[in-house]
Every structure is written in structure tokens, then in C-alpha cells.
């Protein structure tokens, strides 16, 4: 089973920039869909943005136009460019791997915090 390990989150004034990565243990190439949800204090986790591996691409409403969901096969990475951040984007996201198989494996998480 793959291993996903997320990384770059951190502390970040509203209105500013962060950029995750999710490094896969393997090839994610044949992976149904690869995600990143978030979860924030409180709340249930909810999808942020998604990848198909045809290279279609899915994003919550609360993002669209601020985050950007790519991927790099040569090196089994997922990335999150996040942009224009605000203070409800305050949470752990979290990587998914979707398989064509219909299991799911997810990262550790890495937090995010968007304050001034």
C-alpha cells in the first residue's frame, strides 16, 4: 500500500502564499484520484481539491480561484498551491489517495495556520 507524506504547511499572514506537498511512497500514476482534504478544529474534514488521473481537477467553493491542486508523476508528489489565504483556511489538510481498486489511504496531515 502506498505511504503518503505531506509537508510545507505552516504559519502564514492572511493574504499570503503556501505551497504543500504529498509525497507518495510509489507511482501515483495509476491512482484513481489524488485529494487534498482539510479539517479544521471543530468541524468535519471536507475535500478541498481533487485530481482525477485522467488530469481533471475538482474544487470546494470556498477555494476555487485561490488554490491549485497539480501533480508531478516522475516524483510521486501532489502539490496544493495556496494563495490568498484566509484565516478560515486555518486547519490540518491532509493527503488522499484514491485507488482504482476503491481503497484509500491518507498522510498524517500538516497544519496550516492563517494569522496576523
Known amino acids: 500500500q502506498v505511504q503518503l507524506v505531506e509537508s510545507g504547511g505552516g504559519l502564514v499572514q492572511p493574504g499570503g502564499s503556501l505551497r504543500l506537498s504529498c509525497a507518495a511512497s510509489r507511482s501515483i500514476s495509476s491512482m484513481y484520484t489524488m485529494a487534498w482534504y482539510r479539517q479544521a478544529p471543530g468541524k468535519e474534514r471536507e475535500l478541498v481539491a481533487g485530481m482525477h488521473s485522467a488530469g481533471s481537477t475538482n474544487y470546494a467553493d470556498s477555494v476555487k480561484g485561490r488554490f491549485t491542486i497539480s501533480r508531478d508523476n516522475a516524483k510521486n508528489t501532489v502539490y496544493l498551491q495556496m494563495n490568498s489565504l484566509k484565516p478560515e483556511d486555518t486547519a490540518v489538510y491532509y493527503c488522499?489517495?484514491?485507488?482504482?481498486?476503491?481503497?484509500?489511504?491518507w498522510g498524517q496531515g500538516t497544519l496550516v495556520t492563517v494569522s496576523s
Open positions: 488522499n489517495a484514491h485507488s482504482i481498486f476503491g481503497l484509500d489511504t
